[in-house]
């Protein structure tokens, strides 16, 4: 089940509540930062709903000063039609930035 199950409720809300445990979990996040940012349908949720919450967090991250370096979204870590979608960020450096920009081709992952 995640981190929690919630009731129903609007889209910028919950991704407020998604990123607000992210940012509490003591990460050291900080304004000119740059993430790569990972919207991931669990299955059934579909792209439009991972879309509308990719635009909230992305308002939230430009409040933060934190810069989108690349940005996955949709179908890509699932569960059998599970409902519900998970949010990820993966802080950038010098060192990962090039190598984040290679191809590579392997089941869970493709980047051409």
Known sequence: QGVGVEKMMPADELTTKML???????????????????????????????????????????????KIYDIITGNKVTCQEMAGLSISLTKMDDELKPLWDMPCSSLGYTKL
């Not at 990972?38 to 409040?63: F, H, P, Q, W, Y």
């Open 20 to 66: 607000d445990l992210i940012f509490a979990d003591d990460l050291d996040f900080a304004s000119g930062d740059e993430v790569v940012l990972l919207v991931n349908s669990l299955g059934s949720t579909t792209l439009m709903e991972c879309l509308i919450v990719l635009r909230k967090v992305k308002e939230i991250l430009d409040a933060k000063g934190i």
